[in-house]
């Protein structure tokens, strides 16, 4: 599977953006999809996974209730709303696919990733 994010950028504090993951080369739904961030001088984070659809979803407890994740498996895309931001949410963010029958505790460890998109910056700053 290819991954390529974007959809990055610049944004005030309380802004919103949305990112995309278009995946090639194999069908999505057979895939976790999630998107992880990594801010400068820290370890890369997990944000958000997608499991299948639907309710199969969980977040990292910095981001829940302002960023939602979702996927259009018609597009191949997964995308990653986010509102309310923050300076702190100023990193890099990838998009990455895992088997989809992983457990959903194994989804927020970056070790069970196989596949990683190249990464999309977004600042947030006045």
């Known amino acids: 599977v290819q991954l390529q994010a974007s959809g990055g950028g610049l944004v005030q504090p309380g802004g919103s953006l949305r990112l995309s993951c278009a995946a090639s080369g194999r069908a999505m739904h057979n895939y976790a999809m999630a998107w992880f961030r990594q801010a400068p001088g820290k370890e890369r984070e997990f944000v958000a996974v997608n499991r299948r659809s639907g309710s199969s979803t969980s977040y990292a407890g910095s981001v829940k209730g302002r960023f939602t994740i979702s996927k259009d498996n018609a597009k191949n895309t997964v995308y990653l709303q986010m509102g309310s931001l923050k300076p702190e949410d100023t990193a890099v963010y990838y998009c990455?696919?895992?088997?989809?029958?992983?457990?959903?505790?194994?989804?927020?460890?970056?070790?069970?990733?196989?596949?990683w998109g190249k990464g999309t910056l977004v600042t947030v700053s006045s």
């Open positions: 990455a696919a895992a088997p989809s029958t992983l457990v959903l505790s194994a989804l927020w460890s970056q070790e069970s990733y196989s596949f």
